[in-house]
């Protein structure tokens, strides 16, 4: 796994779509970008994965650009409970995570 | 998704003691699972891949005497960490994966704490 550069930290308010974004310049093509959140003292929560196409599910949506080197997870109406570390990560062996520092999202009333 | 428990949520023991932490599969058959540590305000460290059956492999700095991983069903894994100290305090982390190139699904971590 190598490197992926976020924001360290975003506010959102509450009801608002939560955009975070995620760079990974040298993705190569058989790595997929993997999201995880991690609320506090928890363990990690998968949330969405994808290669090339952009993928929504019931928690999120994830927008991979063209060129695929960087991507946004979208919470599309945030609410307290988003409050967390989002990490984003891309490997080819899905299975074996390296992770970074993530995006603290702290959503407000 | 699937769930992955882990035993205990958190434990107190004294310094020089050993501590065993059991991670399992609850609705699947974990073909690896993975153990990592996490300390305060920071990411998680990778410790070990941890495959059914066979011997665990290590990250580079992490010492397998210390830290012992058993995987002995595809629904559960053990780590104990021996004669533990005050700098083993940590948050530890599992995760467990079906088969190859699938998503890892995570324990809720176990907080260690040697006094």
């Known amino acids: 796994d190598a490197k992926t550069t976020q924001p360290p930290s975003m506010d959102c308010a509450e009801g608002r779509a939560a955009n975070l974004p995620c760079n990974h310049s040298?993705?190569?093509?058989?790595?997929?970008v993997y999201w995880y959140r991690q609320i506090h003292s928890q363990g990690p929560q998968y949330i969405i994965h994808?290669?090339?196409n952009n993928e929504t599910n019931e928690m999120a949506s994830l927008i991979i650009t063209e060129d695929r080197k960087s991507s946004t997870l979208i919470l599309p109406h945030a609410t307290l409970r988003d409050t967390a570390v989002y990490y984003c990560?891309?490997?080819?062996?899905?299975?074996?995570?390296?992770f970074g520092t993530g995006t603290r999202l702290q959503v407000t009333l | 998704g699937a769930v992955v428990s882990q035993h205990p949520s958190w434990v107190i023991c004294k310094s020089g003691t050993s501590v065993k932490i059991e991670c399992r599969s609850l609705?699947?058959?974990?073909?690896?699972m993975f153990w990592y540590r996490q300390f305060p305000k920071q990411s998680l460290m990778l410790m070990a891949t941890?495959?059914?059956?066979?011997?665990?492999?290590?990250e580079q700095g992490v010492e397998k005497d210390k830290f012992l991983i058993n995987h002995a069903s595809l629904t559960l894994s053990t780590l104990t960490v021996t004669s533990a100290h005050p700098e083993d305090s940590s948050f530890y982390i599992c995760?467990?994966?079906?088969?190859?190139?699938?998503?890892?699904?995570f324990g809720q971590g176990t907080r260690l704490t040697v006094v």
């Open positions: 040298t993705i190569s093509g058989n790595e997929y």
């Open positions: 990560i891309y490997t080819g062996t899905a299975s074996k995570l390296t």
């Open positions: 994808g290669l090339k």
């Open positions: 609705d699947f058959q974990a073909t690896t």
């Open positions: 995760s467990a994966i079906q088969g190859a190139n699938t998503e890892a699904f």
């Open positions: 941890s495959n059914e059956g066979s011997k665990a492999t290590y």
